[in-house]
């Protein structure tokens, strides 16, 4: 089995393939994160940022500055930059104006609707949590087409702690009636990562989000790939 195990690393290292045998076959749920995930919205989240800046006489920001920002939810997107008397301003501006930019700029990565039809053909439960707020993941994912192959989805507005606490995957873990060996956790971000080991899921990182891939290898989740359609090859 130790052998097994190491052949399967060294050909997931060297050409990204392998034969899984970590019990993958007892997965019966896979919860998403969206953005940087499934979802490529950053042109519209650094449009709602940079409008938010503008209104109130900051500096723009570049849309790197932006992107390495997302993830911890609109709020802690916001606070970094603007004084503590204008977060509550910032944030209603950014939501009025992030409500418009989502239909307009953001599109799903490339095999992402692929992937979810695969796995919901093959009768995996699929489950989204994500940091960004509930109104606007609904706005995302009816825009997108892909609700629908969601059978639940949850937010970190809904719950105490958003991600890296692992409070997100609980609640989902619960609502299913799952174990966490039973489960599997696809992110894109360190604190995807971090969430995912404390709540004892194995967790896979895709390297199309915000997150250096420098910073992902020091996480060590369960695997690393960089396009979603590797997913695949693991279920």
Same mark, same amino acid.
């Given at each position: 089995?130790?052998?097994?195990?190491?052949?399967?690393?060294? $050909?997931?290292?060297?050409?990204?393939?392998?034969?899984?045998?970590?019990?993958?076959?007892?997965?019966?749920?896979?919860?998403? *994160?969206?953005?940087?995930?499934?979802?490529?919205?950053?042109?519209?989240?650094?449009?709602?940022?940079?409008?938010?800046?503008?209104?109130?006489?900051?500096?723009?920001?570049?849309?790197?500055?932006?992107?390495?920002?997302?993830?911890?939810?609109?709020?802690?997107?916001?606070?970094?930059?603007?004084?503590?008397? *204008?977060?509550?301003?910032?944030?209603?501006?950014?939501?009025?104006?992030?409500? $418009?930019?989502?239909?307009?700029?953001?599109? $799903?990565?490339?095999?992402?609707?692929?992937?979810?039809?695969?796995?919901?053909?093959?009768?995996?439960?699929?489950?989204?949590?994500?940091?960004? @707020?509930?109104?606007?993941?609904?706005?995302?994912?009816?825009?997108?087409?892909?609700?629908?192959?969601?059978?639940?989805?949850?937010?970190?507005?809904?719950?105490?702690?958003?991600? @890296?606490?692992?409070?997100?995957?609980?609640?989902?873990?619960?609502?299913?009636?799952?174990? @966490?060996?039973?489960?599997?956790?696809?992110?894109?971000?360190?604190? *995807?990562?971090?969430?995912?080991?404390?709540?004892?899921?194995?967790?896979?990182?895709?390297?199309?989000?915000?997150?250096?891939?420098?910073?992902?290898?020091?996480?060590?989740?369960?695997?690393?790939?960089?396009?979603?359609?590797?997913?695949?090859?693991?279920?």
């Amino acid at each position: 089995m130790r052998t097994k195990r190491l052949l399967n690393d060294l $050909l997931w290292e060297k050409c990204g393939i392998g034969v899984i045998i970590d019990n993958m076959k007892d997965i019966k749920l896979i919860i998403f *994160d969206l953005d940087g995930t499934l979802v490529d919205a950053y042109i519209a989240i650094s449009r709602s940022f940079n409008y938010v800046m503008n209104k109130l006489g900051y500096p723009e920001k570049s849309a790197l500055v932006i992107r390495r920002a997302v993830g911890w939810g609109d709020v802690n997107l916001l606070r970094p930059f603007v004084r503590d008397q *204008d977060l509550r301003t910032a944030l209603s501006l950014y939501r009025r104006h992030h409500k $418009l930019a989502l239909v307009k700029y953001s599109r $799903l990565l490339p095999h992402a609707v692929r992937v979810l039809c695969k796995l919901k053909k093959s009768n995996y439960k699929l489950a989204v949590a994500s940091n960004r @707020p509930t109104r606007f993941s609904v706005i995302l994912m009816r825009h997108l087409d892909i609700e629908k192959y969601f059978s639940y989805f949850l937010c970190a507005d809904k719950l105490k702690h958003g991600k @890296p606490n692992p409070e997100i995957i609980y609640r989902i873990l619960r609502k299913f009636s799952v174990k @966490p060996d039973q489960a599997l956790y696809v992110g894109d971000m360190v604190i *995807d990562a971090q969430a995912g080991r404390r709540a004892g899921v194995k967790t896979v990182i895709v390297t199309t989000g915000s997150s250096h891939i420098s910073e992902l290898k020091k996480e060590k989740p369960y695997r690393i790939i960089h396009k979603i359609h590797s997913l695949l090859k693991l279920v």
